[in-house]
């Protein structure tokens, strides 16, 4: 009687084991497993006591191991994926290279942007300095010639016509470059 109790409560305790194991367990397995035959009961009906128990349980662990195959597999995508993952190494650092060197570019670019507002500045205060220049010695020429001295005057005109010339003469030279 005791033992045809305990052998009761077995079956029951291998039901609900059978049936959490159907409910919880295989459906992890078939989401990590996508490729294996992963069904409710493995290998079909339950297990009877007996020498087909020990079969079962043998080809349930069978199942779950990974072949020799699998592992191989699995072992060539980690060795593409490295590979891949150095490519991609390396091609991020040419990107951040040429990164760098079009903030370079670009800062350069701000500093020529820069020296050329500074440079049409002063051409500027240049050309309003020749333009004062040339007043002043026009109205140099002008007040020599009215006070009477005819001999120095075609001579300080030659000069300040010479001096003229030499201001344009620089400003196209300054307008090559």
Do not use: C, W
Not at 50 to 68: C, E, I
Not at 138 to 155: F, H, K
């Amino acid at each position: 009687q005791r033992a045809h109790e305990v052998l009761q409560e077995l079956r029951d305790i291998s039901s609900m084991a059978m049936e959490y194991f159907d409910e919880k367990i295989v459906p992890i397995l078939k989401r990590k497993l996508p490729g294996s035959d992963v069904s409710g009961r493995l290998m079909g009906p339950p297990p009877v006591p007996g020498p087909f128990a020990a079969l079962t349980t043998m080809q349930l662990f069978s199942k779950q191991n990974p072949s020799r195959q699998e592992v191989t597999k699995l072992q060539q995508q980690v060795k593409t994926n490295g590979a891949g993952v150095t490519v991609l190494r390396g091609e991020i650092s040419e990107l951040r290279t040429k990164v760098q060197e079009h903030r370079n570019s670009f800062n350069q670019d701000q500093k020529l942007l820069e020296q050329t507002q500074i440079i049409g500045e002063q051409n500027a205060r240049l050309a309003e300095l020749e333009r004062k220049l040339r007043e002043v010695m026009e109205s140099a020429v002008g007040n020599s010639s009215g006070s009477g001295q005819n001999e120095e005057s075609p001579r300080k005109r030659k000069k300040a016509a010479e001096a003229i010339d030499s201001l344009r003469k620089s400003k196209r030279l300054r307008n090559r470059k």
